[in-house]
């Protein structure tokens, strides 16, 4: 494969702080006008997504809060993918430790992404269930927030307000609107008449 313009080279990477979240690394690299320096990438866990969506189409999502940003909103559930579980199965158990409800079957694989390319990993992968049971209150205190089944009709004005919280959540419910093609059951069509 030859090499397309405008690509960057790497010469190797140093650890600068590493812990079970996060590591940074200085990579050598050399930019395609041939400058070569340190570049700081920061390097994160991946993210598995359920996207959970009833027969109402409502999707089930938490409202909470996230310090780091100082906001309330809704985030779909998941989590850190732990070291040798597959991300699928990280999706299912994080939907039924924050929610209590448990994804049944097998799921869609919707889309798998990075976030940040510019000097950021962080995979990201969302699957879709349609099929769940209620089996228990929520066992994750540390991610408490309201449980709540949120229309998709709301996505965009949700988004709007800045109250759809991360890119994971963004990305993953935008993504899944615009595959089905048209507004959710409920929204306007293009002239702005409901549908």
């Known amino acids: 494969m030859t090499e397309e313009h405008g690509t960057w080279r790497t010469f ?3 650890t600068v702080y590493d812990n079970q979240w996060v590591r940074l690394g200085l990579v050598d690299v050399e930019a395609p006008d041939g400058r070569r320096w340190d570049y700081h ?9 359920a996207l959970m969506v009833n027969e109402a189409d409502e ?25 040798g579980e597959e991300s699928v199965a990280t999706a299912a158990r994080e939907a039924a430790e924050e ?17 940040l390319p510019g000097n950021v990993t962080a ?4 699957y879709l ?28 004005e949700l988004a709007q307000r ?7 959540t ?17 929204g306007q069509d293009e002239g702005g008449e409901a549908s």
């Open 170 to 186: 963004l990305v993953a419910l935008l993504y899944f609107l615009a595959s089905r093609g048209g507004a959710p059951a409920g």
């Open 123 to 126: 995979p990201m992968d969302v």
């Open 99 to 115: 929610s209590g409800w448990a994804p049944v079957g097998e799921p869609e694989k919707l889309i798998s992404f990075e976030p």
């Open 41 to 49: 990438v920061v390097h994160l866990a991946r993210i598995a997504i």
């Open 162 to 168: 800045g109250e759809l919280l991360g890119a994971g």
């Open 129 to 156: 269930w349609r099929e769940f049971e209620h089996v228990a209150e929520p066992t994750d205190a540390e991610e408490a927030g309201r449980v709540e089944w949120v229309p998709l009709a709301r996505v965009v």
């Open 12 to 14: 190797g990477e140093r």
């Open 59 to 83: 999707v089930l999502m938490l409202w909470r809060y996230r310090f780091a940003t100082e906001q309330w909103g809704y985030e779909l559930l998941g989590g850190l993918v732990d070291e």
